[in-house]
């Protein structure tokens, strides 16, 4: 997916609030807006909005010296996602479609995304998880099904931290022998790396992979060859979040499915569906 | 007052807006954008923010090749405040304290304001004339009152056109013989301009002259020698709007009342005031 010019305001915004968070130094924050400034004038829309992201957090690690800012509230949400885990592996036990519960929970865990908003509170991840327990997923399950059965090599994309112990939930209700989980590279907002994978016991369940790269999203010409021959070979890809989403949407890879909560105007516009609905958005459906 | 870090956002934001609002074609709101992403990079923030907004609305009408990109909806706000005019005449009238009503209703004319947002509907207009009706004025009236009889050069700053005949009814109650009425010397955004002035029948109550500029503002050092000249002449300066108060809030002038509606989160944390208020706030009680 391209950029719109109404994803440039939301830069700068995104920006200010990534430097607040990352330093409290007023001529930091004002020097890494200016570059966003500078590098938003200049930038090509054909790019996705993470290769933005990627420039802006790069910065501000560089600025900061603080290779990893958002490591505490990594923490904090993978924390919080652990004490809810075993109540919600009952309740999925006991749904009539087990399987749909564990799609909603996992997209529904995408609302820890720390790119859209700094200000993400537990209670509000609390809520809205409640709600997503109330709400049924509108969408195409049986054609996942079926996916997930016809297919030897299944990729699965993780996006955030905290949302990463939600996706063991689904990884749970699936084969887990077809599965690699691909994580970031390096750290970049609250996305998650290979620590968050193991802090939420993915790696005694599946294979995990790195992807070589520190975008918030899968920018593919830029990770790792061993990612990209990961991604190629995959006969279904299981992409979490919006970052992976916008990045993704255009692939040429034929099986994608999109599991990611709406979280921008520009984006419902873009797939012509509500803000904030939860999305199970298979690429070659819609193209 | 100087521009801050969160005001960048909200430059283009409204650049975006005002692109939209001036011209459909894509490539020419594309371009406005970019030169406002490039102008903010360097901007001097101790800039107000009317300098951006100048800057940003010359370069639409250059593009544009539309001089005056707002005249209809001027008009249409001119209009609407012109057929509330009898009636609001009348509640002043009857009022227990005629002149606190047109202070107020002064004030919330303020609203028509299409720096701020380019969406604003009659409706919402009229609504917030309604509201201001229910709510008394929080502020020092008898310093105003003291000070409108004390002086005998009152230069009345105007903003906004459709506002402008709100002006009216609060000129009605001062003396208008001390009164020069000020307008912008060229058209930007929905700001009164002499022919506002006029429509709103000002020129049969009072002198008026335009301030040789087009900053949706008061940027005292560009105004015209004769606007300057008034200016520096008066005991006593009104002045109307947002944008009046962040280009004169650190004006010398001995004797400023600033009549606006708070409009911003920066301005409301500036002032220490709640968004939405409606403030008649004098400069050096403040200083």
Do not use: W
Request: aromatic letters at 6%.
């Amino acid at each position: 997916m391209k950029s719109y010019l109404d994803c440039i305001p939301c830069f700068l915004r995104q920006a200010l609030e990534a430097a607040r968070f990352a330093t409290s130094n007023p001529t930091d924050q004002e020097t890494i807006l200016r570059e966003v400034l500078a590098f938003s004038a200049k930038m090509n829309l054909n790019d996705s909005p993470p290769r933005v992201g990627q420039m802006i957090h790069r910065r501000l690690r560089e600025l900061t010296g603080n290779e990893d800012p958002y490591l505490q509230v990594k923490q904090k949400f993978n924390n919080l996602a652990l004490t809810m885990l075993e109540d919600l592996r009952g309740k999925i036990k006991k749904a009539p479609d087990s399987l749909e519960l564990a799609l909603r929970l996992a997209i529904t865990g995408n609302v820890i995304d720390f790119g859209i908003s700094a200000n993400l509170t537990e209670e509000q991840a609390r809520q809205e998880v409640e709600k997503t327990l109330q709400t049924p997923l509108n969408a195409n399950i049986k054609q996942f099904k079926q996916s997930v059965n016809h297919s030897k090599k299944i990729l699965y994309l993780a996006d955030n931290a905290g949302e990463i112990v939600f996706d063991r939930l689904l990884i749970e209700q699936l084969p887990t022998k077809k599965i690699t989980l691909a994580v970031r590279g390096n750290p970049v907002i609250n996305d998650a790396t290979i620590a968050d994978a193991q802090t939420a016991g993915l790696d005694l369940l599946v294979e995990i992979i790195e992807n070589g790269n520190d975008a918030p999203g899968t920018i593919i010409e830029d990770c790792s060859p061993q990612f990209q021959q990961k991604f190629h070979q995959a006969d279904m890809i299981i992409s979490k979040g919006q970052g992976n989403f916008e990045t993704l949407s255009d692939s040429d890879h034929q099986n994608i499915f999109f599991l990611f909560k709406v979280k921008c105007p520009v984006v419902a516009r873009h797939i012509n569906a509500p803000l904030g609905s939860l999305q199970l958005y298979h690429n070659k459906e819609h193209s």
